[in-house]
């Protein structure tokens, strides 16, 4: 999240910037049986009982005040989340074309400051336009208790040459209302550049780098690439293609420690970078809970 600062702007996330020759600037027990989503991606479900809804609602996440939601385990098993073996799971190949996305009101995305993201042709992409602002396009599910896993398949279109700074991201601990959005972005730049993580405070433009601006950059990314990024206690864990690329803790900057919250994922794009959908996205993405 190497971004540029704008006049008068205070940088939303961002990380290791350069200008040279085309290199990348940032910003910022047994098996369980799965259960389709009726409109796209699926949840390990229990086994319902008398207390359950069949319509699959996501629980509710209070008003619309910036509070973070805290984990309840009822209503994750209610919104067909939890399997046999206790674990949250969700999972989805988007096989939907929607904008913004939802796959049955399973995503979520209420800072109004933020773009949306889009799905279709089987890949998730970021909306944002291209002037280099910070309103990464972003949505997170709901239900998950504070440590959690998210790992998502890369789409890279062929020849991909963006003219600009391009990222996907994977957010963790994530909560949102209209005017606040926070949590931890780990985002891997398109040319494999950087890879960082970054705090959001909430407010628009507000951000605090967790590891080092321009840190973790495994090289190229390819399409098919896999990108998992994990938080247990106040560690944060990244890695491609199961190659760890980098350890932080959360709580070694200093600052507001995110203690809930819920997996989610994003994408940024740089002044003049191309905005072709699909181009540079996820093609698959799933979440857990962990220990």
């Known amino acids: 999240m190497c971004r540029r600062p704008l006049s008068s702007v205070l940088l939303l996330l961002t990380a290791g910037c350069s200008s040279t020759g085309g290199a990348t600037a940032s910003r910022e027990g047994g098996p369980v049986d799965a259960h389709p989503i009726e409109d796209g991606g699926s949840a390990v479900a229990a086994e319902p009982d008398a207390g359950t809804p069949a319509d699959g609602a996501i629980p509710d996440r209070g008003p619309d005040d910036g509070a973070r939601p805290s984990f309840d385990a009822s209503a994750a098993a209610d919104a067909g989340l939890v399997g046999d073996a206790g674990a949250v799971t969700y999972s989805t190949d988007f096989p939907l074309t929607e ?40 949505a997170h599910l709901s239900g998950f208790p504070p440590n959690q896993s998210a790992t998502a398949t890369i789409h890279l279109d062929a020849g991909f040459s963006p003219g600009g700074t391009r990222e996907v991201e994977i957010h963790l601990r994530w909560a949102d209302s209209a005017s606040s959005a926070s949590g931890y972005e780990c985002n891997l730049a398109y040319d494999g550049a950087y890879a960082e993580v970054v705090r959001w405070n909430g407010p628009l433009g507000d951000y605090t780098y967790v590891s080092p601006q321009g840190s973790g950059g495994p090289g190229a ?30 709580a070694s900057i200093g600052g507001t420690v995110w203690t809930d919250g819920d997996p989610g994922m994003g994408f940024w794009r740089g002044a003049g970078a191309s ?16 220990p």
């Open 275 to 290: 905005a072709t959908p699909g181009d540079y996205g996820f093609s698959s993405y799933s979440a857990t809970s962990l």
């Open 221 to 250: 990314v390819h399409d098919g690439d896999v990108f998992k990024a994990q938080i247990v206690g106040t560690v944060v864990t990244t890695w491609l293609n199961g190659k760890e690329l980098q350890q932080v803790d959360v």
């Open 99 to 138: 904008n913004p996305i939802s796959e049955g009101g399973h995503w979520i995305h209420l800072g109004t400051p933020w773009s949306v993201i889009a799905t279709g042709g089987g890949v998730a992409y970021g909306t944002q336009p291209g002037n280099g602002a910070y309103t990464d396009s972003y």
